[in-house]
């Protein structure tokens, strides 16, 4: 798919259409990040945050006449590592979580909320924290948290952490957790899959271009739009200010 993706952009062609959810827009958008070559998306995942927030149309016959008759708007991306991301990216809790229950659903076959279920059950007894210093704004900070979320843009507008109201500010926002108890650990991987975590409280949040998270680990999991890959400290995440092109909604006519 993504080689697919990028013979399209070496070919010329004006767009691309990926359908499926946000782990699948992101891998086809990693492709197209930096060149004139549009993304269109058709949502047809379980949560589609990135459609949401830029208010591509969910049912799919809409989404696909937007394909067509919509507009490219330039669009931020955050990178880590050389990986990109569209939404956000976490360590700690979550990608824990998320490997847990992939190794369930494939290996035993469970559901994938029964193995999610499960996977939040063994980390909430494991109760894990991490040890992490934060390089943001010139400024240095040494947490011990459970739990770290990077989004690309502003995720927490009221009480409503699955929405971001733009993806072209140019930064990304940085919210550590503090310590919290055992249900509080569970209530952020609850609110985390949800993408629902202002409901979630003591964090504390930073705006940057780039920042850069260090540890004495020498391999972190690290979820980036849901996908969990393993990267090698430090942590270098910059914001793409507007590489990302895709096709959105026109605007009215005045």
Known sequence: MIARA???VAEGAPVVVAGGGDGTINAV??????STTSLGVLPLGTLNHFAKDLNIPLE???AVANAVRGEAAPVDVGEVNGRIFL???????????VRDREHQQKHLGRSKWHAFARAVFVAARRFPFMS???KINGAEHSRRTPFVFIGNNEYMQGLTMGERERLDSGKMYLYV???PTRLGLLRYAIHALFG???EAKDFDVLSATELVIETRHRKMRVATDGEVTVMAPPLCYRSRAAALR???PAAPAT
């Open 6 to 8: 990028k013979r399209a």
């Open 29 to 34: 958008a990693s492709a197209l990040v930096g």
């Open 60 to 62: 799919l016959d809409q």
């Open 87 to 97: 939404n956000n990216s976490s360590l700690g809790i979550y990608p824990d979580i």
């Open 132 to 134: 992490v210093r934060l």
């Open 177 to 179: 957790a503090q310590k």
């Open 196 to 198: 629902r975590l202002s």
């Open 246 to 248: 895709v096709i959105v």
